[in-house]
């Protein structure tokens, strides 16, 4: 995959040959990982790869709920955010050991990456339901102007891709999981 001059193929350009029993679930995993895609990432989207797929009213609630949360977060108003977020919501960053929990660290959370990357930017390039769960492949990129909680911060640009986990109950997200690739960012934003 992705060798001796091939093209690479999008997430889901892979999942519809595993689907169609043109790959397998390792050359599914090696293609991802072609694609700077995590582990833990990964190991989501093949579990996550068999068929089962939200009516399409639940699909069309999920996006539309994602899209006003993608509009509130690039607008950065991190107050307006915190609505769509369970008051016991976990966010998980695989830039921090441990779990963001509730809206007050979530909204700390956010409030410092506002501050810390004034020019963000965020391209969603796939969006897939999987039961009550939305699958998000995105490419972030930015300049580092100030520390993020502790980290970068010395005015370098980054871009990297990535795949969120969102879980909802009663159309608040009670899970935020990020997956990418912290080495690849940490080598742009520190040097």
Not at 23 to 28: K, Q, W, Y
Not at 68 to 87: C, F, L, R, V
Not at 103 to 122: G, Q
Not at 154 to 177: F, Q, W
Request: proline fraction near 3%; glycine fraction near 8%.
């Amino acid at each position: 995959m992705g060798t001796n001059g091939e093209t690479s193929k999008t997430i889901h350009e892979l999942l519809d040959e595993l689907r169609a029993g043109h790959i397998s679930r390792r050359h599914l995993l090696e293609g991802l990982a072609a694609l700077g895609i995590t582990g833990a990432a990964a190991a989501l989207i093949v579990a996550h790869s068999q068929p089962h797929h939200a009516a399409p009213r639940e699909e069309r609630m999920h996006f539309q709920l994602h899209d006003q949360h993608i509009a509130k977060q690039t607008a950065g108003n991190t107050n307006n955010m915190m609505s769509d977020y369970a008051d016991d919501a976990i966010v998980e960053d695989p830039l921090f050991a441990q779990p963001f929990v509730g809206k007050d660290a979530i909204a700390r959370r956010y409030a410092a990456e506002v501050a810390s990357v004034p020019d963000r930017s965020l391209t969603i390039t796939n969006r897939v339901v999987q039961g009550d769960q939305l699958v998000v492949e995105w490419v972030a990129s930015g300049t580092h102007a100030a520390p993020f909680l502790g980290i970068g911060g010395n005015g370098k640009r980054y871009t990297i891709n990535g795949v969120t986990i969102v879980s909802r109950r009663n159309g608040k997200i009670v899970r935020e999981s990020h997956f990418f690739d912290t080495e690849a960012l940490l080598r742009q934003i520190e040097g």
